[in-house]
């Protein structure tokens, strides 16, 4: 959920399925540099802020433990469903946990995760989490994110970068530099891949944007 927006708004774009954000296919970006993070089978991976990707699913047939968080149930309940998944459901003063095989997706807010919580990831995917955050919350998240896994968990981070002026957003444009701002206390920040992706957004380039660039980071962690 955009840190900017209202719980309800989020839940209320689930409702009318306004979720231009919910990629079809799994981000081919997951797939080509994944292997480049030499995870063994049934290592756990974190995705912030989840939605329904469809990465979910495939990081699990990988042998991976999936965990995400999300606040919308109806995109936690559609994913499982449109996968054809059971799921078993408990519930804490914090959560609402639903678990199928090696896929645990945690409805609530993600302020609310602990160190706990995370205490097994080897690895963070963040498609489309530091993006949906406004500039003036950014810096909390980030901070966060760094509070909630282990010190040494690398990430593959995805960004969108655009003149601001031209778009409101969500999805807000985070600039190369703004990403190690935020992360290059922590990490060795690796950009992997950089392109031009405005003919593939006709909408956003039809609302008057003249640029849009997206970027893959690697995140290495520093050892202490």
């Given amino acids: 959920m955009p840190i ?3 719980p309800d708004e989020w839940r209320d774009r689930w409702k009318q399925n306004r979720i231009g954000f919910h990629e079809p296919t799994v981000n081919p970006y997951l797939c080509r540099y994944l292997p480049e993070f030499n995870l063994n089978q049934g290592d756990t991976i974190f995705l912030p802020l989840c939605g329904k990707a469809h990465d979910i699913a495939w ?4 042998g991976f433990q999936v965990v995400g968080i999300e606040l919308s149930e109806i995109a936690i309940v559609s994913f ?6 059971t799921y078993q459901q408990s519930e804490s003063k914090r959560f609402i946990l639903r678990k199928s095989g090696n896929i645990s997706l945690i409805q609530g807010d993600y302020f609310d995760l602990q160190r706990q919580d995370l205490s097994a990831c080897k690895m963070v995917y963040d498609r489309a989490s530091l993006i949906a955050i406004d500039a003036a919350s950014r810096g909390r998240y980030c901070t966060h994110m760094l509070s909630i896994i282990p010190q040494i968990t690398d990430q593959l981070l995805i960004t969108l970068d655009y003149d601001q002026a031209q778009m409101k957003g ?3 444009a985070v600039s190369t530099s703004e990403v190690g701002q935020h992360y290059n206390s922590e990490y060795s920040i690796n950009r992997l891949e950089q392109n031009d992706v405005l003919d593939e957004r006709p909408r956003w380039r039809d609302q008057g944007l003249t640029r849009l660039t997206e970027t893959v980071f690697i995140l290495n962690g520093k050892k202490a």
């Avoid at 990081?59 to 990988?62: E, F, R, S």
């Avoid at 499982?80 to 998944?85: I, V």
Wanted: hydrophobic letters at 30%; proline letters at 12%; a negative charge.
């Fill in 4 to 6: 900017s927006m209202h």
């Fill in 59 to 62: 990081l699990a047939q990988q």
């Fill in 170 to 172: 969500p999805p807000y």
């Fill in 80 to 85: 499982f469903s449109e996968h054809g998944l």
